[in-house]
C-alpha cells in the first residue's frame, strides 16, 4: 500500500473509533479521536496506562487548539506562533468539551501540534483532534519507528502508518502555562528538544511579563513515575566512565537482589543467576543525534540477548542540551552506580 491508502485507512479506524499507529517528529503515537470515547479508553487498555496519566491532545491548526483550552492568552499565543508546529506541549486550562478521561480529571489540558507531514495531513482529513500517548506498553521503552510499534503492538494487531524514523527522537517539551493576561506563570513538567532557554529567546523579544517556576505538586505534574521507558533487561548507568567492567558486574550483582517491587511490577527480567554479560550502549557525541538515536539503540542493545545493558556516562555529556535525554536515560535505568 502506498501513502495515500495507507493515510485513507487510518482515517477510516479513527472515524470507526479505533486506535492507529502516528509518525510523529518526536516519537510515535497511539491515537484516537478524542470526541469518540470508547476509542479513549482503548488507547489506555491498548497501552495497559493507568487512568491517572492524562493523554496529549493533537491538533493541526491554532483553531482546534484554541477550541481545546478554556482560555488562550498573550503568552500561549507567543509560544504557539514561535514553535508550533513542533515538539513543545502546551498545558492549559482546559476546555468543557474535552472527555475528563483523556486529562484524567485534570482541570488542565496538554496540547501540541506536530511537525510531521503525515500526522498533520491524517489531523487535516480526520478533521478532530486526536489523543495520542506515545505508542509503547506502559512504562517501557518509546517507538521511534514503525517497527517498533509493530513489535509493541502485535499481538493488538494496531495498524501502523510508516513515516519514517523520528527526527528528534524524544518526547516533546511538556510546558505549563498559566497567565491572566498580564503575567504568566511557567513550568517546565517535561523536558524536550526545546529547551527553557529556547523558550526565554522567545519571549524576551516581546513585552511581556512572565516568570518560570519549578512544580512540586505532584498533582500538576502526573505520568512522572521514577521508572519508566524501561527496556526488558536490567539497563545500568555508570557516572564513572572509567569503572572497570567487573567492578560493575559484581555491584549491580549484589544490588539486583534488593531492586525494588516497582521495577518487578513493570516486568524486568532479573536473571536468576546475576548478570554475566553485559551489552554497552553507545551514543552518538552530539547531544541532537544522541537524542535521536537513544530509543533504537535501547532496543537493540535489549535484543542483543546479554543479561543486561550498560552506558558510561562521560564527562563531555553535561549542560542544558543534554539534560533532556539524562531525564529519560535515569529513569530507564534499574540502576545508577557512581
Ligand atoms: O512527543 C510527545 O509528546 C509524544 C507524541 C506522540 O506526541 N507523546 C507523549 O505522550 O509523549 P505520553 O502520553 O507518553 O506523555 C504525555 C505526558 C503525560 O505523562 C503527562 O506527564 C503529560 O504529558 N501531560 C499530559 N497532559 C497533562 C496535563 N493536563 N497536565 C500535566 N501533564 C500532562
Ligand atoms: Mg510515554
Not at 470526541?35 to 482503548?42: G, H, M, T, V, W
Request: hydrophobic letters at 40%; proline letters at 7%.
Amino acid at each position: 500500500m502506498g501513502m495515500t491508502q495507507d493515510i485513507a485507512k487510518a482515517k477510516n479506524i479513527l472515524d470507526e473509533g479505533g486506535v492507529i499507529g502516528l509518525p510523529t517528529e518526536t516519537v510515535y503515537g497511539l491515537a484516537a479521536r478524542i470526541d469518540i470515547p470508547s476509542a479513549i479508553e482503548k488507547i489506555f487498555k491498548t497501552k495497559e496506562r493507568p487512568f491517572f496519566d492524562p493523554l496529549i491532545v493533537h491538533v493541526s491548526s491554532m483553531a482546534q487548539a484554541q477550541k481545546v483550552a478554556a482560555y488562550w492568552g498573550p503568552v500561549t499565543e507567543i509560544l504557539a506562533q514561535a514553535f508550533w508546529p513542533g515538539p513543545l506541549t502546551l498545558v492549559l486550562p482546559k476546555g468543557s468539551s474535552v472527555n475528563p478521561m483523556i486529562t484524567s480529571g485534570l482541570e488542565s489540558v496538554g496540547i501540541r501540534m506536530p511537525a510531521h507531514p503525515v500526522a498533520l495531513e491524517i489531523l487535516n482529513k480526520v478533521g478532530t483532534p486526536l489523543a495520542a500517548p506515545s505508542a509503547n506498553k506502559f512504562g517501557k521503552t518509546s517507538p521511534t519507528s514503525a517497527a517498533h510499534v509493530r513489535t509493541e503492538f502485535g499481538k493488538e494487531d494496531v495498524f501502523v502508518v510508516n513515516g519514517g524514523d523520528c527526527n528528534i527522537g524524544i518526547e516533546s517539551t511538556v510546558l505549563s502555562v498559566k497567565e491572566n493576561g498580564r503575567e504568566a506563570v511557567l513550568s517546565i513538567l517535561r523536558k524536550g528538544h526545546i529547551l527553557r532557554s529556547d523558550l526565554e529567546k522567545v519571549l524576551n523579544t516581546k513585552n511581556i511579563s512572565y516568570q518560570f517556576v519549578e512544580t512540586t505538586d505532584k498533582k500538576e505534574s502526573p505520568g512522572h513515575m521514577k521508572h519508566h521507558y524501561m527496556p526488558p533487561v536490567p539497563f545500568i548507568v555508570c557516572k564513572d566512565s572509567k569503572r572497570p567492567l567487573a567492578s560493575i558486574l559484581q555491584e549491580v550483582n549484589q544490588q539486583l537482589a534488593k531492586l525494588p517491587d516497582e521495577i518487578e511490577s513493570i516486568k524486568i527480567v532479573k536473571p536468576k543467576e546475576g548478570l554475566k554479560t553485559i551489552t554497552a550502549l553507545k551514543l552518538d557525541n552530539d547531544p541532537v543525534l544522541a537524542s535521536r538515536e537513544f530509543y533504537a539503540k535501547l532496543r537493540e542493545a535489549a535484543a542483543a540477548g546479554s543479561d543486561g545493558i550498560l552506558f558510561y556516562q562521560e564527562s563531555f555529556h553535561d549542560g542544558e542540551r543534554w539534560e533532556p535525554l539524562f531525564d529519560r536515560l535515569n529513569k530507564a535505568a534499574s540502576l545508577i552506580l557512581n
